[in-house]
């Protein structure tokens, strides 16, 4: 668990399924992450980051508010996905449910993601990704210091050729 002035990143539970399912619903939550998630998809998704933590230590981690323990959404490090410039390497996300945006939850939870990581992992450098639209997510990645990788842009290997969501860009952050 990681606890900052007004969050808890922590491992997922059962009751986190329909506030996670939810959000998924949102198309603007989703709009630049794909269709509508099932709630199957998102139970597979929680026992996914769950599965993680048992065996990396870190996930991305449920993020819920101290003051009254609502499900914000999520954020933290895993492993990149094959086929990415990234794959295998520590990727920092977030995803947060439309009422809890603007209001400095995602950059505070992603700094202590990598304070987290600075201070448990070896890793020399934390990558990051998103489509060229997604300029809130982007824009977070710079305001934490990451440099945006252009000779890294790539077409993501999980979504179909003409899929509008298929070109990624990448940024990456070293090591204080």
Known sequence: MI??????LRAWRDDD?????????????MRYLGPPLSREAVAVQIARQNALIDETGHCFW???RREDGAFLGFCGVKLGPPGTPIAGQ?????RLARSFWGQGY???????SLNWVWANLEATEVAAM???GNSASWG???????????EEDFDHPALAEG??????????????
């Open 106 to 112: 995602a950059r505070e939870a992603a700094q202590a």
């Open 140 to 150: 977070l990645m710079e305001r934490l210091g990451m440099t945006r990788m252009v």
């Open 163 to 176: 899929d509008p969501l298929r070109r990624h860009i990448v940024y990456r952050i070293a090591r204080p």
């Open 62 to 64: 449920a993020l819920e």
């Open 3 to 8: 606890a900052t002035e007004r969050l808890i």
């Open 90 to 94: 520590l990727e920092i996300g977030w």
């Open 130 to 132: 998103t489509v060229p």
């Open 17 to 29: 399924l329909v506030p996670f399912h939810a959000m998924g619903q949102d198309p603007e939550v």
